[in-house]
C-alpha cells in the first residue's frame, strides 16, 4: 500500500491538474506528514514514477517570474483505474508494521542492557511529548477539519497512547525481564566451576585416598 500514490493520484482526480510544487504546498496545507506516512521529500519520486507507468501525464508547462518551468500533471484513465483500487484496498488492509525495537528486545546486547531502564524512560517521555504536540496541533485545526480527517487524526492519538501504555507495562517488567536476561547470558563462568569442582572430587587424593 502506497500513500503517496493515493495522495497524489486523489489530489489530481479531485482538483485537476497540478505542478509538483503546487501538490507540495498541498501536502504542508493539509499536515499530512502529522497523520500520514507521507514525507515531502519523496513527492517528486513518486511523480516520476507515476509518469513512468502511465497513471499520469503532463498536460503543459509553466513557468512564473525567474522559477524554473514546471510541468503541469493530469492524472490519466490507467491512473483513474489504480486510483480506484488504492482506495479499495487502503479500507480493507491492516498494516501494523513490526517494530525492530521489539527484535532488539529479545537480543540485548549484554554490555548496554543495564542502560535499558534509562532508554525505556527516554522513550517514553519522547512518545508523550509527540502525543502532546500531536494533539495540540490536532485541537488548532479542528474547526478546518471533516469528519472523517478528525477520525483519522483521532486514530493516530489512539495508536500513540497505546504505545505509551505497552512501554509502561514494560517497565513493570523490566527487572524480572533483566533477571532473566542475566541468568541466561552469564551462566558460563558458573557452570564452568562446577564442572572444575566434579572433576576435582573424581581425581585420586594420593594412597591414603
Do not use: C, N
Not at 56 to 65: C, D, K, L, N, S
Not at 75 to 89: E, V, Y
Request: glycine share 8%; aromatic share 4%; proline share 6%.
Amino acid at each position: 500500500m502506497s500513500s503517496i500514490r493515493i495522495f497524489i493520484l486523489g489530489a489530481l482526480r479531485e482538483r485537476g491538474p497540478m505542478h509538483g510544487h503546487q501538490l507540495r504546498l498541498l501536502f504542508e496545507e493539509e499536515r499530512l506528514d502529522m497523520w500520514t506516512d507521507i514525507t515531502v521529500g519523496g513527492l517528486y519520486g513518486a511523480i516520476k514514477r507515476l509518469a513512468a507507468e502511465g497513471l499520469i501525464e503532463p498536460v503543459r508547462t509553466e513557468q512564473v517570474g525567474a522559477y524554473p518551468e514546471r510541468k503541469v500533471w493530469q492524472i490519466t484513465d490507467a491512473g483513474a483505474r489504480a486510483l480506484s483500487s488504492l482506495r479499495l484496498s487502503g479500507l480493507r488492509e491492516i498494516v501494523l508494521r513490526p517494530d525492530p525495537f521489539d527484535l532488539v528486545l529479545t537480543r540485548l546486547d549484554p554490555q548496554h542492557r543495564e542502560d535499558l531502564p534509562a532508554i525505556i524512560d527516554a522513550r517514553v517521555a519522547s512518545l508523550e511529548t509527540m502525543l502532546a504536540e500531536y494533539e495540540a496541533h490536532a485541537g488548532t485545526v479542528a474547526r478546518y477539519l471533516t469528519p472523517a480527517e478528525t477520525l483519522a487524526m483521532r486514530h493516530r492519538v489512539v495508536r500513540l497512547r497505546a504505545e505509551i501504555a505497552w512501554h509502561r507495562e514494560l517497565v513493570s517488567h523490566l527487572p524480572g525481564l533483566l533477571a532473566d536476561e542475566r541468568a541466561r547470558k552469564d551462566p558460563a563462568p558458573r557452570r564452568l566451576g562446577r564442572e572444575r569442582d566434579t572433576a576435582s572430587q573424581g581425581e585420586p587424593r594420593g594412597r591414603d585416598a
